[in-house]
């Protein structure tokens, strides 16, 4: 059987959500010899993409503009033996005689519909319409975006199918205290901190985040988990909230919150973290916080949870599917709830503990392997078929 795969969402620098579900599964692919892949570029493939063998090739091709609208489906009306075709993002080849699947992440599109740039929000509206009613079958990431895609385009369950993201095992994982220390040293942490890891966009919350950041530190009734003993001292001045992410869009306010609530000293921006460092950053948090508006899944709070570091997230969208009661749930509109959250974490020893050992159980649920595999499953019936 030969797949075509858009491969694009993977062909980007500094991946992030989508794309960093694209890389892996084409990594995986590459290890496949029972299948052949093509995966169709409109760039040619970055240098860190999977290298091709003898079962997995590139095929650079443009134009570039509207390349899924009609440079992707021209290709495939000409392309000799493609079985079936894989995207794995949102938008699938305008038309198309093979048969296709897409993925769909999440539809917060459609729930927060003011938290989006107008061009994003009318591509994402309108394309993933079409995409939805027009592929033979739909990959998601949750089963909380699979009610919600059911729900909102009328689609038979059957036709959709969840495969779990997985994160890479190679990289997160515990880190000694000397890498810590390095990696604080360089991104200029010099005590004790919180951590967000995504893209600085409205979605993510960050502002609430903030002002929960800011109810704790303010506060005269604050204790700080330290050293497997509590410091019942009210100063804060040893926390800060470090934000790991870069710019995505909408986010100016977020840097005026700051201004606005006197935390410049206390907040740390560091922009996009390279992998390499990344393990490392989360493990020397003490909480990983992510009370977002919605997501589709939140690779980053099981990156968490495998760096040993106790997450606070949303009680909403596919994050209490995620985490499984190895972590806090909170009302992400509720400052008092972010905070009440984090407090729990930094100043209960035993709940942390408690949630760190639940959590290094909760990731055993995920790998890249077992999402690759289900994938193939798939689209091998749908060729069949």
């Known amino acids: ?51 091709e063998n003898s079962n997995f090739k590139y095929k650079v091709f443009g ?21 079936v075709f894989f995207s794995p993002a ?41 995409s939805i009613k027009n592929s033979k079958h739909i990959f998601t990431i949750s089963e909380s975006s699979k009610a919600d895609i059911v729900k909102n385009y009328k689609v038979n369950p059957s036709k959709i199918t969840v495969t779990y993201p997985g994160y890479d095992k190679e990289n997160f994982k515990p880190q000694s205290k000397p890498k810590i ?8 942490i ?10 600085l966009q409205p979605r993510k919350n960050i502002e609430r985040s903030i002002e929960a950041f800011a109810s704790i530190v303010h506060s005269s009734q604050y204790a700080v988990h330290i050293r497997k003993s509590v410091n019942r001292e009210p100063s804060t001045h040893n926390l ?19 201004k606005d609530l006197k935390l410049e000293d206390k907040v740390i921006f560091t922009d996009y973290v390279p992998s390499q460092d990344l393990p490392a950053l989360i ?13 589709g899944f939140g690779i980053p709070v099981v990156e968490a949870q495998a760096c040993k570091v106790p997450v606070v997230v949303s009680k909403t969208s596919s994050l209490p599917e995620v985490v499984g009661g190895s972590g806090i749930l909170v009302d992400p509109k509720s400052i008092d709830s972010i905070a009440g959250g984090i407090k729990k974490v ?36 749908l060729a069949s078929n």
């Open 190 to 199: 010099s005590d004790n901190y919180l951590i967000f890891v995504g893209t």
């Open 181 to 188: 220390d390095r990696i604080k040293k360089k991104y200029k």
């Open 90 to 130: 949102h938008y699938g080849p305008r038309f198309s005689k093979v048969p296709n699947a897409i993925t769909i992440f999440d539809l917060s599109y459609l729930h927060f519909p003011e938290l989006f740039k107008k061009n994003d929000l009318y591509q994402l509206t309108n394309w993933s319409k079409y």
């Open 63 to 83: 134009p570039k503009k509207l390349w899924t609208q009609f440079a992707l489906p021209v290709k495939l009306s000409f392309f000799p033996n493609i079985d």
């Open 283 to 295: 493990s020397g948090a003490k909480a990983y916080v992510l009370p977002s508006l919605w997501e």
């Open 346 to 381: 930094l100043t209960d020893e035993k709940l942390r503990q408690t949630l760190i050992e639940k959590g290094f159980t909760n990731i055993k649920r995920f790998s890249w392997s077992s999402c690759a595999v289900q994938t193939l499953e798939v689209l091998t019936k």
């Open 1 to 51: 059987m030969t797949i075509g795969i858009d491969g694009n969402e993977a062909n980007v620098k500094n991946r992030v959500g989508s794309g960093v579900y694209a890389y892996y599964l084409l990594e995986e692919f590459t290890k496949v010899k029972s299948h052949q892949f093509v995966v169709f570029l409109k760039e040619k493939p970055l240098p860190d993409l999977p290298k």
């Open 240 to 258: 800060s909230l470090v934000i790991v992410g870069r710019k995505g869009w909408l986010y100016d306010s977020i840097f005026q919150k700051i």
